[in-house]
């Protein structure tokens, strides 16, 4: 009899023990969750938002049909923050806005998202801005939104002060890296290693679900102490490394599922011969190899004086299709197409919504196929650009 007393009472002991250790539980577990930080809980909510994403991947790609861009460009801060990739969403969702260019390798040299490459991870090369690039391109593909990434191919400081014999040198002392008026360091375009390394990125990066590869910084520096930089180019041009180089990247990237895309200066669509501004930038060149060739006709960024303007900055529609009529005419016959960077930033004039409207209305007037809206801090106003019916 003692015994059966025994065996109940312990079992309502237990039951009570259960219920006061699920309460205390239940308490320190409400407590923490109000304790996180906000940053805490939205970027829970942003990998939980990715996650859905992901899982909505198809698991077989195929290369998207060709379109005509009509995009903006975001950094890596902007395209990895949640809020504001659903403000730019909600913008391409009103307006005739199809197309985002996004950077997943800056001026800095960082790769900027979580990369798996092996040379990237034992150098220290990678700034993760982007948590989840697949889930994003995911996201942005559910919008129907054509996806560009943006890599600084030679420009890269990074890369330059972590393997010195990569680097550009100082002509006055070979010993040392030289420098830009930034103090950036720059790799050297004639290197075949750095080559391999910009089409490994490009790969990855298709691999991740871009549509198109564009490559930006393809040229030598353009400022600084340009009489110590020290070339070693093997003999060749440098026009004739950049075009060596453009040939390389081409057939690197003919199996994968993207298009690819190089951005030039702007002056270079009224260059011709051997003229390659001494940097290594011929459009000729380009179009031979690239889907698309991407002249930035910034009218802020031409002198006084071109076509009789003071002041060219104040003349978006003339300065912006004269410079693309006249690269149209060197893409004749070619596999490159032309699409412009536009100006959509105060410089030299204020660009409101008049004068971001008139250098489109000048793109598709000389024939150019595309453009895209370039505003180094993601500000876009909506001016100038149409609205959806």
Same mark, same amino acid.
């Given at each position: 009899m003692r015994y059966n007393i025994g065996m109940s009472f312990f079992s309502q002991k237990s039951i009570w023990i259960i219920f006061f250790a699920t309460a205390i539980f239940a308490y320190i577990f409400v407590i923490t969750l109000s304790q996180m930080t906000v940053a805490q809980i939205d970027e829970l909510q942003i990998m939980s938002e990715f996650s859905e994403y992901s899982l909505r991947a198809p698991s077989i790609r195929i290369k998207p049909q060709p379109i005509k861009v009509k995009g903006l460009y975001l950094t890596a801060y902007s395209a990895g923050s949640s809020k504001k990739i659903d403000e730019i969403i909600n913008f391409l969702d009103r307006t005739e806005l199809n197309s985002i260019v996004i950077d997943i390798k800056d001026y800095s040299g960082y790769v900027l998202y979580d990369s798996n490459l092996k040379f990237v991870n034992d150098n220290k090369l990678k700034d993760v801005r982007i948590k989840n690039l697949r889930a994003l391109i995911a996201k942005l593909k559910t919008h129907n939104i054509y996806t560009i990434a943006r890599i600084s191919t030679f420009q890269d400081p990074i890369l330059a002060e972590t393997k010195p014999e990569w680097a550009i040198k100082s002509k006055s002392n070979p010993e040392q890296l030289w420098r830009d008026k930034n103090n950036l360091a720059w790799v050297n375009a004639a290197r075949p290693e750095i080559w391999s390394y910009t089409v490994s990125v490009a790969q990855e990066a298709s691999k991740a679900g871009f549509d198109e590869i564009n490559l930006d910084y393809i040229r030598f520096p353009?400022?600084?102490?340009?009489?110590?930089?020290?070339?070693?180019?093997?003999?060749?041009?440098?026009?004739?490394?950049?075009?060596?180089f453009f040939k390389y990247f081409s057939e690197a990237m003919k199996d994968e599922l993207v298009y690819i895309s !190089?951005?030039?200066?702007?002056?270079?669509?009224?260059?011709?011969?051997?003229?390659?501004?001494? +940097?290594?930038?011929?459009?000729?060149? !380009?179009?031979?190899?690239?889907?698309?060739?991407?002249?930035?006709?910034?009218?802020?960024?031409?002198?006084?004086?071109?076509?009789?303007?003071?002041?060219?900055?104040?003349?978006?529609?003339?300065?912006?299709?004269?410079?693309?009529?006249?690269?149209?005419?060197?893409?004749?016959?070619?596999?490159?197409?032309?699409?412009?960077?536009?100006?959509?930033?105060?410089?030299?004039? +204020?660009?409101?919504?008049?004068? +971001?409207? !008139?250098?489109?209305?000048a793109v598709d007037k000389s024939g150019a196929d595309g453009w895209i809206l370039w505003n180094a801090r993601n500000v876009y106003s909506g001016e100038g650009i149409e609205i959806n019916s």
């Open positions: 353009t400022d600084g102490n340009m009489k110590d930089i020290l070339y070693e180019l093997n003999g060749r041009k440098r026009y004739e490394v950049m075009g060596d !190089a951005d030039l200066f702007g002056l270079t669509t009224e260059k011709g011969g051997e003229d390659d501004m001494m +940097i290594g930038q011929r459009l000729s060149d !380009a179009v031979k190899y690239f889907d698309y060739v991407c002249p930035m006709v910034y009218p802020s960024h031409y002198p006084s004086g071109y076509l009789d303007f003071s002041n060219p900055a104040d003349h978006p529609y003339e300065v912006v299709f004269n410079a693309m009529r006249a690269g149209q005419k060197q893409a004749v016959g070619q596999r490159g197409k032309l699409r412009a960077w536009v100006q959509a930033f105060n410089m030299g004039a +204020i660009y409101d919504g008049d004068k +971001i409207r !008139a250098q489109i209305d």
